[in-house]
């Protein structure tokens, strides 16, 4: 029986400066129906700390995991070499060359306007750049897809390496796959632009919000991609038809905070680069989900 649940849908209106989308907050309540798939869906949200209007698609991303946790993985890039990605802190760094990397694999560049979305390296109307008003209908219908392998992560620490274990559990002859780690980081607190029309949503969420000149100043930032753990596109598998366990041993640099990292594997197919299946493991109990 498909159980009715309540998603937020924030939809583009219109550019501001360079491209920024511009989120309205109207008409967000729309019913959905839950999956009854066990596919988990990524998604990959290009997000800029100078950018008012990304934490609009923030909270589209927030509440597709508050409503199918199980189901989805969010993934915010923040792309080197952007307007809307530069330090607003010397502090806090977001931005790395990897997530630029991806952008531009995915059809973006310099000049692309944020936010930006890419759901399962999957193309929808021939591009893989999406706006955020089309996250939430593109992931539930990812969602329904039955998935052709169960992935499972588990978590250790051995002389002061982590080590995340994934084991493969095929339901199908997968031709040719890889399998890639990725560290995030959440609970990081530091200043986000934010257009005049977000900040009242988002203070009902967090209420310990703090406004000064058109910025969220204790913003918190969440699943921070961080680094490749096993390389770009991660490591080629081949053909897998039986169940298979791969470990990825790694340290975490102490600019991070491990106790607030997460680990997402993510397995692909080699050829297309596609998602098959997703799943996180937390490090710590700081890490979000």
Same mark, same amino acid.
């Given at each position: 029986?498909?159980?009715?649940? =309540?998603?937020?849908?924030?939809?583009?209106?219109?550019?501001?400066?360079?491209?920024?989308?511009?989120?309205?907050?109207?008409?967000?309540?729309?019913?959905?129906?839950?999956?009854?798939?066990?596919?988990?869906?990524?998604?990959?949200?290009?997000?800029?700390?100078?950018?008012?209007?990304?934490?609009?698609?923030?909270?589209?991303?927030?509440?597709?995991?508050?409503?199918?946790?199980?189901?989805?993985?969010?993934?915010?890039?923040?792309?080197?070499?952007?307007?809307?990605?530069?330090?607003?802190?010397?502090?806090?760094?977001?931005?790395?060359?990897?997530?630029?990397?991806?952008?531009?694999?995915?059809?973006?560049?310099?000049?692309?306007?944020?936010?930006?979305?890419?759901?399962?390296?999957?193309?929808?109307?021939?591009?893989?750049? !999406?706006?955020?008003?089309?996250?939430?209908?593109?992931?539930?219908?990812?969602?329904?897809?039955?998935?052709?392998?169960?992935?499972?992560?588990?978590?250790?620490?051995?002389?002061?390496?982590?080590?995340?274990?994934?084991? =493969?559990?095929?339901?199908?002859?997968?031709?040719?796959?890889?399998?890639?780690?990725?560290?995030?980081?959440?609970?990081?607190?530091?200043?986000?632009?934010?257009?005049?029309?977000?900040?009242?949503?988002?203070?009902?969420?967090?209420?310990?919000?703090?406004? !000064?000149?058109?910025?969220?100043?204790?913003?918190?930032?969440?699943?921070?991609?961080?680094?490749?753990?096993?390389?770009?596109?991660?490591?080629?598998?081949?053909?897998?038809?039986?169940?298979?366990?791969?470990?990825?041993?790694?340290?975490?640099?102490?600019?991070?905070?491990?106790?607030?990292?997460?680990?997402?594997?993510?397995?692909?197919?080699?050829?297309?680069?596609?998602?098959? !299946?997703?799943?996180?493991?937390? =490090?710590?109990?700081?890490?979000?989900?």
């Amino acid at each position: 029986m498909k159980i009715k649940s =309540l998603v937020f849908a924030l939809f583009a209106a219109m550019l501001l400066f360079v491209a920024c989308d511009v989120i309205s907050d109207d008409d967000r309540l729309i019913e959905v129906s839950k999956p009854l798939t066990d596919r988990t869906t990524l998604l990959i949200e290009f997000t800029g700390n100078r950018c008012p209007n990304c934490p609009g698609a923030a909270m589209i991303a927030d509440d597709l995991l508050d409503t199918i946790p199980d189901n989805v993985i969010v993934v915010g890039m923040h792309p080197a070499g952007l307007s809307f990605t530069q330090p607003i802190t010397p502090k806090v760094i977001l931005q790395s060359k990897e997530a630029y990397d991806y952008l531009v694999e995915f059809g973006g560049n310099v000049s692309t306007g944020l936010p930006v979305g890419v759901i399962n390296c999957t193309k929808f109307d021939d591009k893989y750049l !999406q706006g955020s008003s089309q996250w939430t209908a593109q992931v539930f219908d990812q969602c329904y897809v039955e998935t052709k392998c169960l992935v499972e992560l588990q978590h250790a620490v051995n002389n002061g390496n982590h080590v995340v274990t994934a084991t =493969l559990n095929p339901k199908v002859n997968l031709e040719s796959v890889s399998l890639m780690f990725w560290l995030l980081e959440s609970n990081i607190v530091a200043p986000q632009n934010m257009s005049h029309d977000l900040v009242e949503s988002y203070k009902e969420r967090n209420p310990e919000a703090k406004e !000064q000149a058109g910025a969220i100043t204790n913003y918190v930032h969440n699943h921070v991609f961080r680094a490749c753990l096993n390389g770009f596109w991660g490591e080629e598998l081949g053909a897998v038809s039986e169940p298979t366990t791969k470990d990825c041993s790694f340290s975490v640099d102490e600019k991070y905070v491990a106790d607030n990292c997460s680990v997402v594997a993510v397995l692909l197919d080699t050829k297309t680069h596609e998602v098959i !299946q997703a799943a996180e493991i937390a =490090l710590g109990a700081g890490a979000a989900h």
